[in-house]
């Protein structure tokens, strides 16, 4: 399996110029053939293939446009493959062969967003504190761990806040590591990140909101700059270190959580959740982005599948939270607030069994025994409160709408039969309310 490695580069004003040239380069070539491409489209012809497009946007255009050739021309060709690719993985999103989410067609690219070139084969040579690129020269390199083997390609990325990153792709092989059989099923929540099906609570560390406040104030500054300004470009890269750093911290402690994980546990379950349509609601949009669902959900089922982890993924759809975990009866869907002080309900008991429960500890247990092929399922952690006497020889009701408790039905009977013939009791006769009033409560 394929993997990248990701490192820091320092490089000098010298080579900051020349990268930033390759850049502007690189984006020229992707601009200049998108918007070919587009008139193509609209006067009803098709796109050309990627050799044409070399020919026209590379070869041709290294005549006439001298500053193309201060430049290496690998990363110029993977910048048409890559435009190549969006356009293939647009028409196969299109026609039904690419599954998953619609894919849009490629953009044209700004200078002031995240910069990319990449080179491949022996185009670049890695040493021991240095990377050499062509036309750009020997850039300091801090290695945090080191290459699994020898990289096929490296990408030189220039990010919003104006630092320098080394991507290698390499080959990995599969890390088994010791069995633990154990098993985990995890919730996913806002107030607290994850819930274990052990009873373990994780928290985030919510880095935007406590940075909110920061963060308005960079941008109140920068609203106030002009145009073009180098104040502007400064209170520009002053709101994109601070989003740099949130993204670092929200990244450090997913990687972290998902490693612990994935050591810990030899199966790893957790619910299909809708991300992408749940941030759609602009009062919870601002907290789930912050917490980074769907990259711990990528991470996770990244690293199980290096270290020969088994991970799975439940429906959506799955009732976890209305089912108690200890008897499996639904009792529907639960509240998440009480009407005395707006306080959050976190607890429930069950109405079949009495069983008490944490609603984010059991919705945990439910995400766990869905797989029934698991065989290492853990019983529930959840403690029992003990039902009156009187409840277990005569059997309560349990719906509050559908079903009428045992023993009321010959005195419903009796009260139907009153009613044809105009016998009627006085109203405050038991035998007289609708059948609705005759249901039992568990906590009458």
């Known amino acids: 399996m394929k993997a990248r490695y990701k490192y820091r580069i320092y490089p000098n004003h010298i080579q900051i110029t020349k990268l930033n040239q390759l850049f502007g380069c690189c984006r020229y070539v992707w601009n200049s053939t998108l918007a070919y491409c587009n008139q193509l489209y609209s006067d009803g012809q098709k796109k050309p293939d990627y050799v044409d497009l070399t020919k026209q946007f590379i070869t041709q255009a290294k005549r006439e446009l001298i500053w193309l050739k201060e430049v290496a021309s690998t990363p110029l060709q993977q910048s048409l493959k890559d435009l190549d690719q969006a356009y293939r993985n647009f028409f196969d999103s299109c026609t039904g062969k690419r599954k998953g989410i619609k894919v849009k067609p490629p953009k044209f690219k700004s200078k002031k967003s995240r910069q990319t070139a990449r080179f491949v084969g022996k185009n670049y040579q890695v040493s021991q504190d240095k990377i050499y690129l062509p036309k750009v020269g020997k850039i300091k390199i801090v290695w945090s761990r080191p290459l699994a083997s020898q990289p096929s390609s490296v990408t030189i990325i220039k990010d919003s806040a104006g630092r320098y990153f080394a991507s290698f792709v390499v080959d990995t092989c599969v890390e088994y590591l010791p069995e633990s059989e154990n098993s985990i099923g995890i919730d996913l929540g806002i107030s607290t990140f994850a819930t274990l099906s052990d009873g373990q609570k994780i928290d985030a560390p919510k880095p935007l909101k406590k940075n909110l406040k920061k963060l308005g104030k960079f941008q109140r500054k920068l ?204 109203s405050n006769d038991v035998s007289t309310r609708p059948e609705s009033f005759l249901q039992l409560s568990l906590f009458d």
């Open 223 to 426: 609203a106030q700059t002009e145009l073009g300004s180098k104040r502007r470009e400064k209170a520009q890269v002053r709101v994109a270190k601070l989003h740099a750093k949130v993204k670092d911290i929200r990244t450090d402690f997913l990687h972290k959580l998902s490693t612990d994980l994935v050591r810990k546990y030899d199966v790893i379950v957790l619910e299909d959740l809708n991300v992408s349509g749940m941030i759609k609601n602009r009062k919870l949009a601002k907290a789930i982005s912050d917490l980074g669902w769907r990259q711990f959900r990528t991470l996770t089922e990244t690293k199980c599948e290096k270290y020969g982890r088994e991970f799975r993924v439940i429906s959506r759809w799955e009732p976890t939270s209305q089912k108690c975990s200890h008897c499996g009866f639904q009792g529907g869907k639960k509240e998440l607030n009480v009407s005395c002080g707006m306080l959050r309900k976190r607890e429930w008991t069950c109405l079949n069994c009495g069983a008490f429960h944490d609603r984010d500890i059991n919705a945990a247990v439910n995400i766990l025994n869905t797989q029934s092929a698991l065989e290492t399922v853990n019983q529930p952690i959840t403690k029992v409160e003990t039902v009156k006497a009187t409840v277990a020889k005569n059997p309560i009701q349990l719906s509050l709408f559908n079903k009428v408790a045992e023993g009321q039905t010959e005195t419903i009977k009796r009260t139907r039969r009153k009613r044809q013939t105009g016998k009627l009791a006085d």
